[in-house]
């Protein structure tokens, strides 16, 4: 298997062994693959690329293709333990109603998004006064598939918005590391290039919490 990228990883850290996972837009499977073997999880995938749903097969993986915008709401309510999306909601359509599914199908939903309100995303709209490109979101701005970008504290909201409640938080750094963060306070939006953030129903915020796992690394 090759290395997870750091978002991923985190990720990975936080699910326990055996849990019932969905990946939406998985890609080629890393995440899944590296779940699988390393914490047996039951693991699905849904991927809107025939392409990378291929791949995943070719892995052994469980994939079908589909897209979030529209089919999430065929599954059931609180089927699965955890529910991830990683850098693909500023892909979405319409993020609000994915991020609604999200929380709906999954006891837990993990997800990874860049920052938009990082201080050199900020620094090259003011000096520049154009679209930058980091490292982060390294297309043009006629060529990106990103089209709702967020910053943290917008993100925050949304989560408010559809009914979740935010459990742990991590913001990425400029050179691929993490560390926990206060998602409430200034300092992430814009410090962080990107961030992670595990959630649960409001409604359910009283019931059973995740189990343990294991810390990420800085």
């Not at 709401?73 to 892909?91: C, G, H, R």
């Not at 490292?135 to 925050?156: E, K, M, Q, V």
């Amino acid at each position: 298997m090759k290395p997870l990228r750091p978002d991923l990883a985190v990720i990975a850290a936080l699910i326990p062994p055996g849990a019932r996972v969905l990946d939406v837009g998985c890609g080629e499977g890393d995440l899944l693959e590296h779940l699988a073997a390393e914490k047996q999880v039951d693991g699905r995938g849904i991927e809107l690329s025939q392409q990378n749903v291929n791949a995943c097969v070719e892995r052994g993986l469980s994939v079908v293709q589909g897209d979030a915008d529209t089919d999430l709401a065929d599954y059931p309510s609180a089927v699965f333990d955890v529910v991830i999306l990683s850098q693909t909601i500023q892909a979405m359509r319409s993020p609000r109603a994915v991020l609604g599914q999200l929380v709906r199908i999954g006891r837990h939903t993990i997800v990874s998004f860049p920052n938009f309100g990082h201080w050199r995303i900020r620094l090259a709209l003011l000096v520049g006064g154009r679209m930058p490109q980091t490292r982060a979101l390294g297309y043009s701005w006629h060529a990106t598939p990103n089209i709702h970008l967020c910053t943290i504290a917008d993100f925050i909201e949304l989560a408010a918005e559809v009914g979740a409640r935010i459990e742990q938080a991590f913001a990425l750094t400029e050179k691929g590391r993490t560390r926990p963060m206060r998602p409430d306070s200034w300092g992430p939006n814009l410090l962080a290039e990107g961030a992670i953030l595990m959630l649960t129903s409001a409604s359910l915020a009283a019931g059973s919490p995740l189990s343990p796992a294991t810390r990420p690394k800085a």
